[in-house]
């Protein structure tokens, strides 16, 4: 099975220093969703795995063997992101003639059907289409291309909810009856909440959380009651967060002692992705520089 390993990567841009020494595993037949505030480094690094930019330190492997300047790596890899460009009028189709030389296939069934879901006319030249729809043009790419690691940096910029929807099942489906992996990076949480298995949280230039979907799910608590009991009941427990009103205390951790019994005064209720994800990355974003 192939993997994508991620070992020390670092990357500069001048004082700035948005990857600080990046670890983590792509494996096969995976749905990733890696989240992190505006500026964390999402894009830069999946340029790096697509050399557009190189790390300052650290490699990317591709079945142990670096993917920089690699090409049959390279081959093996597709970006989709905002900043793709393609020549002057093109047409649609030509678009996907262009990516099938470029990549030796590319799946012309799937991006018929793509294109009747989404109601896009494929003779229609990219440049006269509007932001959501070469979005969508992007998308049906990403979805044919023959690539193992398909990177989706931002991949519903500008769609509109239905045509989100639309999406999200289409690459379920397509995920279903041709698994390979899926790098999502976005900021819309709750949607992609209920798609990824897995997900990586990029903070401060590093991986500050690498773990499955269910785990995580079944793991977050929010806490909330008198301090003192919360803290009584917690026992020392680590939390991400804990915020005090009054003489009320809710804490977030992934760590609640759930075989104790909670005492009277005191709730315990579920936290979403989404919640975690705000209190794994409240003081985040921007890395201030050293
Ligand atoms: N080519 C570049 N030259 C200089 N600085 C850069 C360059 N590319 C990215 N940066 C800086 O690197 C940091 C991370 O940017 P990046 O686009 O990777 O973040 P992101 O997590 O994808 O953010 P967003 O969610 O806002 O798209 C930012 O501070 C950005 O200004």
Request: proline share 3%.
């Given at each position: 099975?192939?993997?994508?390993?991620?070992?020390?990567?670092?990357?500069?841009?001048?004082?700035?220093?948005?990857?600080?020494?990046?670890?983590?595993?792509?494996?096969?037949?995976?749905?990733?969703?890696?989240?992190?505030?505006?500026?964390?480094?999402?894009?830069?690094?999946?340029?790096?795995?697509?050399?557009?930019?190189?790390?300052?330190?650290?490699?990317?492997?591709?079945?142990?063997?670096?993917?920089?300047?690699?090409?049959?790596?390279?081959?093996?890899?597709?970006?989709?992101?905002?900043?793709?460009?393609?020549?002057?009028?093109?047409?649609?189709?030509?678009?996907?003639?262009?990516?099938?030389?470029?990549?030796?296939?590319?799946?012309?069934?799937?991006?018929?059907?793509l294109a009747k879901a989404f109601g896009l006319d494929p003779h229609?030249?990219?440049?006269?289409?509007?932001?959501?729809?070469?979005?969508?043009?992007?998308?049906?790419?990403?979805?044919?291309?023959?690539?193992?690691?398909?990177?989706?940096?931002?991949?519903?910029?500008?769609?509109?909810?239905?045509?989100?929807?639309?999406?999200?099942?289409?690459?379920?489906?397509?995920?279903?009856?041709?698994?390979?992996?899926?790098?999502?990076?976005?900021?819309?949480?709750?949607?992609?909440?209920?798609?990824?298995?897995?997900?990586?949280?990029?903070?401060?230039?590093?991986?500050?959380?690498?773990?499955?979907?269910?785990?995580?799910?079944?793991?977050?608590?929010?806490?909330?009651?008198?301090?003192?009991?919360?803290?009584?009941?917690?026992?020392?427990?680590?939390?991400?967060?804990?915020?005090?009103?009054?003489?009320?205390?809710?804490?977030?951790?992934?760590?609640?002692?759930?075989?104790?019994?909670?005492?009277?005064?005191?709730?315990?209720?579920?936290?979403?992705?989404?919640?975690?994800?705000?209190?794994?990355?409240?003081?985040?974003?921007?890395?201030?520089?050293?």
């Open positions: 099975m192939s993997k994508l390993e991620f070992k020390q990567v670092t990357r500069n841009f001048g004082a700035n220093k948005v990857l600080r020494g990046v670890n983590m595993t792509w494996e096969a037949g995976q749905l990733y969703g890696l989240l992190g505030r505006n500026g964390a480094g999402k894009s830069t690094l999946m340029k790096i795995v697509n050399n557009r930019l190189f790390p300052t330190a650290g490699k990317v492997l591709l079945d142990g063997k670096s993917v920089t300047e690699n090409a049959d790596a390279q081959n093996r890899i597709f970006l989709m992101s905002a900043a793709m460009l393609y020549p002057g009028d093109s047409r649609i189709e030509q678009l996907f003639t262009l990516t099938r030389e470029m990549y030796g296939s590319f799946d012309d069934e799937l991006a018929a059907h229609q030249r990219f440049r006269k289409l509007s932001t959501g729809y070469r979005t969508i043009a992007k998308l049906i790419i990403a979805l044919c291309v023959p690539c193992e690691f398909v990177m989706l940096d931002e991949p519903v910029l500008g769609l509109d909810a239905n045509n989100r929807e639309i999406f999200y099942q289409e690459l379920a489906n397509t995920f279903a009856s041709k698994p390979r992996t899926f790098i999502i990076a976005s900021h819309l949480i709750e949607e992609i909440e209920n798609l990824v298995t897995h997900v990586f949280v990029l903070d401060g230039g590093t991986i500050t959380l690498d773990e499955d979907v269910a785990d995580l799910t079944a793991k977050g608590r929010v806490v909330t009651g008198p301090t003192a009991l919360v803290h009584e009941w917690l026992g020392g427990t680590c939390t991400l967060r804990e915020v005090a009103l009054g003489g009320m205390l809710t804490a977030y951790t992934l760590d609640a002692p759930l075989e104790k019994p909670v005492p009277a005064g005191v709730t315990v209720g579920g936290m979403d992705l989404q919640q975690m994800y705000l209190e794994l990355t409240r003081n985040g974003g921007e890395v201030d520089e050293a």
